[in-house]
């Protein structure tokens, strides 16, 4: 069962334990979508990169039950009132989920600081799902590998066992086929964030309607660039602008107009290349070094934008902290 706001804990919280882990968010550095498919999902393929923007879940023992509570008190202090708390939030989810299969799972409070844009095209629920399922495990002493998590993941989104296990990988199918990449150097972006959020079912609509309407007919199986991997690998940003690539960023900027706005102010600020994350409407702007990256965020900051400088690839989910009670 699944409290609200207001939450009644049956046990002393301070005397239980807990455990505290972070999962990042991701941009899509490419990302082709092919057509609806049968069961009205859409086949992607993409290069997913892990940030070094974390999400933080702690999960602790409680006598019965799963309850949670949100806060935005995290780097972007992010609107936290309109994140759900009953089962539709995906970390309940997870935490539901792998209590099915742990014969030694107990009551837990899930509290979730945001640190990843809500609703932004960076998968910070699916990264609070990721957390959850570590935290739960280790709390539960479920004792599922990492790759057995990553198959219970799939269940709650695509994007969530690439939260669990991070860095940079290949994503086929529904985002859920994942192979990794050698992606060690780091890129370094920054991140212009809104203050409102976009449904990607209706980004995904939209780029339906925007296809039927212009004669577009989508690859069935979409590809990869191989150029891109080999741009990730070397760590060489100048090689990849110009081969970044959102199949949604058309929908998203019909959707929110400003969006394209904000990109020609990264491009005038002397950002290598801009893109949408994902369904949106988070920006990524790609910086050739750290330096670089910290002069761009001034001045989109300077503009008005709301910026971040961020790093990747990023670990996947770890815990940080193991409290016993």
């Known amino acids: 069962m699944v409290s609200g706001r207001t939450i009644d804990r049956r046990t002393d919280v301070s005397r239980a334990r807990s455990v505290r882990v972070t999962a990042p968010g991701k941009i899509n550095v490419s990302l082709e979508v092919g057509p609806p498919r049968e069961d009205g999902y859409h086949g992607i393929a993409s290069v997913f990169l892990a940030v070094s923007l974390y999400e933080e879940v702690t999960a602790t023992e409680t006598a019965g039950g799963i309850s949670v509570t949100v806060n935005g008190q995290g780097t972007l202090n992010l609107p936290a009132a309109s994140i759900p708390l009953d089962s539709s939030n995906l970390a309940v989810r997870a935490a539901e989920l792998l209590a099915e299969v742990s014969p030694g799972h107990s009551g837990v409070h899930l509290d979730i600081t945001k640190r990843v844009p809500i609703a932004g095209g960076m998968g910070g629920g699916s990264a609070d799902a990721a957390a959850a399922l570590l935290a739960c495990d280790a709390l539960w002493g479920s004792g599922f590998s990492r790759d057995e998590l990553a198959k219970i993941a799939v269940d709650l989104g695509a994007d969530v066992p690439f939260a669990l296990v991070g860095g940079t990988a290949v994503g086929l199918g529904v985002g859920d086929l994942l192979t990794p990449a050698i992606s060690k150097t780091p890129l370094h972006l920054v991140l212009v964030t809104s203050d409102y959020g976009l449904s990607t079912p209706e980004v995904y609509r ?87 990256a910290a002069e761009l965020e001034t001045l989109l900051t300077h503009e008005g934008l709301q910026a971040t400088s961020v790093q990747g690839p990023a670990h996947g989910a770890r815990i940080t902290a193991d409290h016993a009670g």
């Open 206 to 292: 939209t780029l339906d309607a925007l296809r039927l309407r212009n004669g577009v007919e989508a690859d069935a199986q979409p590809e990869i660039d191989p150029a891109i991997l080999g741009a990730m690998r070397a760590g060489d940003a100048l090689a990849l602008a110009p081969l970044l690539h959102n199949g949604l960023q058309e929908a998203a900027l019909e959707l929110a107009p400003a969006l394209g706005d904000i990109l020609e102010t990264g491009r005038a600020a002397g950002a290598l290349a801009g893109i949408v994350s994902g369904s949106g409407p988070t920006v990524a702007f790609l910086a050739q070094n750290p330096a670089h």
